[in-house]
């Protein structure tokens, strides 16, 4: 009924660097551990490098690099989820899961305006409320394009 | 001259005897023969005192004129006879005179008087002889008198300091005394002392072995602490051992956790993308992910108390190392300790037999103190008697000056020469 009433969205939230992310659970596969990543030639920097996964070779993407916040640290407690939008499949490190959160639709503010180019891969902000603190919820599939995109152009 | 005299006189008397025979006849025959009276008258006035008489020849004759003649003779002889007679006895008169003048001033030197008689020569000779043997006496008497003064002068100076130094003696005497008084009292307060030095001695000698057996005890303390020390560094490397170990399982523990972690997370996926039909499993699967995680904290806490074991433990390592070198040091301070107490013990033996010894020798000391002031007395006492005595003998010798001096001034009244 209250679901009905106010429509929810699920994001997959994690912790990298200083940043509190959000991507939609529809675009998340699975969660692994970060093991040893082998290094690719000729790609940008926000490409940390890729990892064998079921069988099929996965690109692993450093956000903090790729939003220009810094550069992530692959440790024994680093994560690696599986993103995919559409047929383009990408590891993205992440040092913490936070976990799946239900977040009402109406609860997400739009992102700030004359934003950096972090805000241009933003669904919205979900603000602090009680313990949780503020999470940016990031367009997975427009953030995957324009990776893809700076890599080909390079 | 004496011996002529009374010769003389007999030869007179008779014929003196004769003469009152001769003028009793006279008288007798005075009326019938008077030629005989002249002759009587001038006996009678020769018998009344007047040896002038003489008989006058003119107005006699015959035989009365023949015996006035020869009465004449014989007064004249008479005559002679007294008038020597007189020169004798005034002879004698002079010799005596100076001899009496002699004897009164004493003057030996004046005597020199001398006689033509012969009679009187041998007499006035024998008197010069034994003024001779005065003057000789005198001038004896004088030189002694003389060292008479001299040596009762001598001895006088030499009582004077016999009775100077005796009375020194005396005060030294007595002086000596008072300190042999002190002395005794020094030794008895000496005694008194050494006794309690013996007695505090003696406490400390009691003191000296419960500090060796205290001594002993702390050694053996010590190396039971040393042994303990051991086996407490032993039961910390084993604690040590236990909780390595301890932080093994927790490593495994830790891993399992985190991969039940990612399970969850998965397995919530998979809820999720079931939609609807998924989303009990996915509550399930959230709080399966959130048990993972409490234990992962708690490993984590864990994995702090590990440390902090670690820590605890290797400082009580190093503290029971530095207890282990603190008891060996402690053994050794205790071995140093009993080697002290054992000369304490050593030193204060023979303090103690030490002043025993003074005690017994103070005490000898004192009774021969004792013995030397009652000595001491005994010589006070016969230099007392002493000083009497040279005081005495100093009187007496000044009383043997005084004498001999006025010896000497008596003396002096002799002239020898």
Redesign the interface.
Known sequence: MATQARPEQEFFCFRVGDLRLGVPSENVLEVLRAGLLTPLPRTPSFVMGVTGHRGVVLPVVDLLRFLSKGEARIGPRTRLFVGVSGSFVAGVVADTVLGLRRIPVSDILPPPLGGDAAAEHLLGVVQASGTQEAINLLNFTKLLQTARQRAVAR | MSLETPNEKPAGKPRAGKKPAASKAGTAAAPAASPYKPVTDALLSVLAGNLQTRVPREILSGEAAELGHLLNQVLEQFAAAEHRKQVAAQEIDQALDSLIALVREGDLSRWNTTTEDPQLGPLLEGFGKVIETLRTFVREINEAALRLSSSANQVLAASTQHETSSTEQAAAIHETTATMEELKHASAQIAENAGSVARVAEETLGAARAGRGAIGEFIQAMQQIRSDGVAVADSIAKLSKRVERIGTVVEVIDEIA?RSD?LA??A??EG??AGEAGKGF?IVA?EM?RLAENVLDSTKEIKNLITEIREATAAAAGAADASKSATESGEKLGAVAAQAVEGILSGVQETSDAARVINLATQQQRTATEQVVASMAEIEDVTRQTTQASKQATGAAAELTQLAGRLAELIKRFKAD
């Open positions: 985190d990612l997370l998965n919530a996926l999720s993308r996915s959230a992910r």
